[in-house]
């Protein structure tokens, strides 16, 4: 297959971080997200700047998120769930998102797997909670 293709075909369809980024796009918590955020969020699943254009591209083929100028909408209501959805853990980590070191470090729990671990901010920022 030629790399000249379309980036869809050349991410594989079970990738792990393509399945852990839609879900978390399916999960977030807010109207609309400037598209530079929503990155920031795929960012904790990804740095590959590939897998970040497929994880948007599919969670708009898949009805996840609408995109329109440089927005983008989330249509699921199905937010993080702190008592439910977020795990913590105790032990020495580096937080995800900002690369803090870490003592307990909080997990989402998605259908696709872990994500994190995350530090008691970043959690809150990745969940949409804070901006």
Known sequence: MSNEGDPLEDIE????RVERGLALLA???????????AVDRIETVTSDPT??????????????????DGVIRPKSRQYVRFDRDVITKEGDFSCRRCGSGLKTGYFIDLEAGELGPFGSS?????????D
Not at 27 to 37: A, G, N, T
């Open 13 to 16: 369809i079970d990738d792990d």
């Open 27 to 37: 999960r977030l918590e807010h109207e609309q997200l400037p598209l530079p955020d």
């Open 51 to 68: 897998v970040t254009r497929t994880i948007l591209d599919r969670a708009e083929l898949h009805g996840i998120i609408a995109r329109e």
């Open 122 to 130: 970043c959690i809150r920022k990745v969940t949409g909670r804070d």
